[in-house]
């Protein structure tokens, strides 16, 4: 593989000390046209135009890592409380509502918060959050709410 991407570099001469000088010249060695690597049909730019679109957000949390997410069954307490006026502001419906219709999902990270942090700097942490997803009326799976860290009881919705 390195040999491989060796033989693509222009001039082979080269050296560290030079990528060390020249920060565009090691962007442009080390990181273009890379993603043909990954993709070799065509870029991606799906993600680079949509990343602030609450549809790829939720997308996102299926393709990644589906297993904590599960729907909150009718007759359950719900995780947590999001006001009510905002749930229908945000999804046309109250929480209770899309609960009932089987509209509304949770994915439940509260067990990271007993992961210990990591050792090297910066040291980092899972964020030991709940949320709440739902169907929306056209069918789209979106997110409606995120309760930040076990304990905690700020929220964040579509309208933040």
């Given at each position: 593989?390195?040999?491989?991407?060796?033989?693509?570099?222009?001039?082979?001469?080269?050296?560290?000390?030079?990528?060390?000088?020249?920060?565009?010249?090691?962007?442009?060695?080390?990181?273009?046209?890379?993603?043909?690597?990954?993709?070799?049909?065509?870029?991606?730019?799906?993600?680079?135009?949509?990343?602030?679109?609450?549809?790829?957000?939720?997308?996102?949390?299926?393709?990644?890592?589906?297993?904590?997410?599960?729907?909150v069954k009718a007759n359950e307490e719900l995780p947590?409380?999001?006001?009510?006026?905002?749930?229908?502001?945000?999804?046309?419906?109250?929480?209770?509502?899309?609960?009932?219709?089987?509209?509304?999902?949770?994915?439940?990270?509260?067990?990271?918060?007993?992961?210990?942090?990591?050792?090297?700097?910066?040291?980092?942490y899972g964020a030991a959050c709940t949320a709440y997803?739902?169907?929306?009326?056209?069918?789209?799976?979106?997110?409606?709410?995120?309760?930040?860290?076990?304990?905690?009881?700020?929220?964040?919705?579509?309208?933040?």
């Open positions: 593989m390195f040999y491989a991407w060796f033989q693509t570099i222009p001039d082979r001469s080269m050296t560290v000390e030079r990528w060390s000088q020249d920060l565009e010249d090691y962007v442009n060695v080390l990181y273009h046209d890379q993603w043909k690597n990954s993709n070799p049909l065509q870029e991606a730019p799906g993600i680079m135009e949509n990343y602030k679109e609450d549809l790829l957000f939720s997308m996102e949390r299926l393709s990644q890592n589906p297993y904590p997410l599960r729907q947590f409380k999001v006001d009510d006026d905002l749930v229908k502001n945000i999804a046309g419906d109250s929480l209770k509502d899309l609960q009932k219709d089987g509209k509304l999902f949770v994915v439940d990270h509260k067990y990271q918060a007993d992961l210990e942090k990591t050792t090297y700097e910066p040291k980092r997803f739902l169907i929306d009326h056209s069918g789209k799976f979106l997110p409606l709410a995120i309760k930040t860290n076990a304990g905690s009881d700020l929220i964040y919705t579509p309208k933040d």
